[in-house]
């Protein structure tokens, strides 16, 4: 968390500074299924008729020429960034309004913890597995049903014009992933390990 941190302030390349004149929406992941991007797009369409916005999505991967050929239907290739991969995504993080998880399931995502150590409200689907693990539904970010691209279009719309819900949002953000920190971890894994060798030590014993 703290290299990542140290991270999100550096600068972004001159060439893409232009991309923040405005408020931004910021998704990480690879262009594949799970991450259910075509749902972004639709619902990412119907937040820029009502607040004039940019949605960035770095990554690469299979979908990506199919997702370009879904903006330009749906008319918001102007308004739409694929970067594709760059070595600090935390420095763009930082610098966006809201960050979005639109997956349709997940291992465990990480790049949630990522965002809220780069002090970004998060808006996510609650889907199999994780941000429900991360997430407390309006305390520390915002959950969405997955799939539902109107319920998650609501939730970005009415956090990029709440301010002060995107600072509620950061500040106990923040203060929840301090448990997913270096030196809390490693803690807990030492106390799990003594619990199972004592466990160990009575069963010989006995």
């Known amino acids: ?50 607040i004039d916005c940019r949605l960035i999505i770095f990554g690469e991967g299979p979908l990506m020429n199919e997702l370009c050929e879904l903006s330009e239907l749906m008319g918001i290739q102007e308004d739409l960034f694929f970067p594709g991969w760059v070595k600090n ?28 150590a780069c002090a970004k409200p998060v808006v996510a689907t609650d889907c199999p597995h994780g941000p429900s693990e991360i997430i407390k539904d309006g305390s520390n970010g915002m959950l969405a049903l997955v799939n539902n691209e109107e319920q998650i279009a609501e ?26 920190q270096l030196k809390t971890i490693t803690l807990e894994y030492i106390d799990y390990f003594n619990t199972i060798i004592e466990m160990s030590s009575k069963r010989n014993s006995s």
């Open 1 to 50: 968390i703290d290299h990542i941190q140290k991270l999100s302030k550096e600068e972004i390349p001159e060439e893409h500074q232009k991309y923040f004149d405005k408020p931004v929406i910021i998704a990480v992941g690879r262009m594949i299924d799970a991450k259910n991007y075509p749902m972004l797009l639709r619902a990412f369409s119907t937040v820029r008729k009502k």
């Open 155 to 180: 939730k970005m719309s009415d956090l990029i014009l709440d301010e002060s819900l995107q600072d509620f949002l950061i500040k106990n953000g923040l203060e929840s992933i301090k448990k997913y």
């Open 89 to 116: 995504p935390y420095a763009y993080i930082s610098k966006a309004t809201i960050f979005v998880l639109s997956s349709s399931w997940e291992g465990f995502p990480n790049v949630i913890i990522e965002a809220m």
